[in-house]
């Protein structure tokens, strides 16, 4: 069974950091695209960041230069590294997998979501 599960979101002052990870479980990320995502109360769910197979990273403007993507095959995870957060990041993140990447939410497979509030 393939199942993506998210941690790491919490509370965090602006200008603090915070890594959220997304692992998985009945196949090998490494195999996989992996996107996170993420959606604000009432708003539609925008693509964050993508890592492709081949280890190419993608970011969304509002974000570059203060998330970095990166897998760690080993564990089977892929986290997000985000620094220099802001109100504006508060969000569900959730991660997905899929064959190619993509920044549109069009991928396979989806995690559950981890609350990220940036607030002080």
């Known amino acids: 069974q393939v199942q993506l599960v998210e941690s790491g979101g919490g509370l965090v002052q602006p200008g603090g950091s915070l890594r959220v990870s997304c692992t998985a479980s009945?196949?090998?990320?490494?195999?996989?695209?992996i996107g996170w995502f993420r959606q604000a109360p009432g708003k539609e769910r925008e693509g964050v960041s993508c890592?492709?197979?081949?280890?190419?990273?993608y970011y969304i403007d509002s974000v570059k230069g203060r998330f970095t993507i990166s897998r760690d095959n080993a564990q089977n995870t892929i986290y997000l590294q985000m620094n220099s957060l802001k109100p504006e990041d508060t969000a569900v993140y959730y991660c997905?997998?899929?064959?190619?990447?993509?920044?549109?939410?069009?991928?396979?497979?989806w995690g559950q979501g981890t609350r990220v509030t940036v607030s002080s």
């Open positions: 890592i492709s197979r081949d280890g190419r990273s």
């Open positions: 009945g196949f090998s990320l490494n195999s996989y695209a």
């Open positions: 997905a997998a899929d064959y190619l990447c993509s920044l549109d939410p069009v991928l396979e497979y």
